[in-house]
């Protein structure tokens, strides 16, 4: 089952771009990033690692870009996930720019649970 939407608002800085003033597209990584923080909360996140000693890594991602997204706007990032398995969560991206007809950028991202030594272990309950 696909979760709501979540929505993260992201302000476009000059540093974020490329000599043409758009997006350099590594960029949207660390949006999408910071949307998945923001779901599952930074203090959450923190207690995985520091009481259970597990994290999770980025095990494919899957990005597609249909239009720039230039110095100065304020982008929305649209998220959904859903459980693909007991060791692997599947995020859905999306960047709109405001007043967009289609998402700028989507990207589809699957996460597996690693313990302190790299090893696959079951995502926890998490309170999302």
Known sequence: MISKIYHLPVQIYYEDTDHSGVVYHANFLKYFERAREHVIGTAELVRLWKEEGIGFAVYK???HYSEGVEFGELID???????????RMVWHHEAWRKGGKKFAVSCELHLVCLDRNKKLRPIPPLDI
């Open 61 to 63: 991602a899957d990005l």
């Open 77 to 87: 990032i649209r998220t959904t996930y859903e459980f693909d398995s007991e060791y």
